[in-house]
């Protein structure tokens, strides 16, 4: 069954430290993986996204990491702000087809960055 | 570039009645736009991918004469909630991909459409 598993579900940080949200999956066949960021009550915005045969890529203080081997990606956060308190959700595509309604969507990580 | 507005982002309506929400790209064509659904706390739910110019494709489980899908420019979707109950309210978004885009590019989604039935 292909699903996307977000650990921890919830998280709270002080502003200016680092975090690491982290997503694992059993998606087949893998296409690709991304990152969104949705704010309270509004739509996700993208962060990342990975193919195959990227294991890594940035975005600003965001980072992501992919090992297709193990199945897992990471989004580390860099320097957190206060701004950066959204949920973050891990997305895997799957099939390789020309549609991008084969997303399995994970459940997110609630990030709350505190002053 | 690459905005998608969603139109209305808040409505109350009494149960019975119909609700339309509306989906437009902005600065791009989108050949394709897809419509989820959103509970608290959980993650996005693929109801719909809608298609210019023909028929809507419906996610099992997902109701087509509840839903109503219309994709009727490269620029803008509708969806209907008809005869709309309690249960039907929900957080609704819709996200549309750049024509012509690789199924690796990004999807530009809309701030959502937070509808409450009565």
């Known amino acids: 069954k292909n699903q996307v598993e977000q650990s921890p579900q919830s998280l709270i940080i002080l502003e200016g430290k680092n975090c690491t949200l982290q997503c694992n999956y059993t998606v087949s066949p893998f296409s690709n993986l991304r990152w969104y960021k949705q704010d309270t009550g509004r739509g996700p915005v993208s962060l990342t996204i990975m193919t195959f045969s990227e294991n890594t890529k940035s975005n600003g203080r965001y980072t992501a990491t992919l090992d297709a081997d193990t199945k897992q990606s990471s989004l580390h956060i860099t320097a957190s702000q206060l701004s950066d308190s959204a949920s973050y959700i891990c997305?895997?595509?799957w099939g390789g087809g020309g549609s991008q309604g084969n997303l399995i969507f994970g459940k997110g990580t609630k990030l709350s960055v505190k002053p | 570039g690459a905005v998608v507005s969603q139109h209305p982002s808040r409505v109350i309506c009494k149960s019975g009645t119909s609700v339309k929400i509306e989906c437009r790209s902005l600065?791009?064509?989108?050949?394709?736009m897809f419509w989820y659904r959103q509970f608290p706390k959980k993650s996005l739910m693929l109801m719909a991918t809608?298609?210019?110019?023909?028929?809507?494709?419906?996610e099992q489980g997902v109701e087509k004469d509840k839903f109503l899908i219309n994709h009727a420019s490269l620029t803008l979707s509708t969806l209907t909630v008809t005869s709309a109950h309690p249960e039907d309210s929900s957080f609704y978004i819709c996200?549309?991909?750049?024509?012509?885009?690789?199924?690796?590019?990004?999807?530009?989604f809309g701030n959502g459409t937070r509808l409450t039935v009565t």
């Open positions: 809608s298609n210019e110019g023909s028929k809507a494709t419906y």
């Open positions: 996200s549309a991909q750049v024509s012509g885009q690789s199924y690796n590019s990004p999807l530009h």
């Open positions: 600065d791009f064509q989108a050949t394709t």
């Open positions: 997305v895997v595509s």
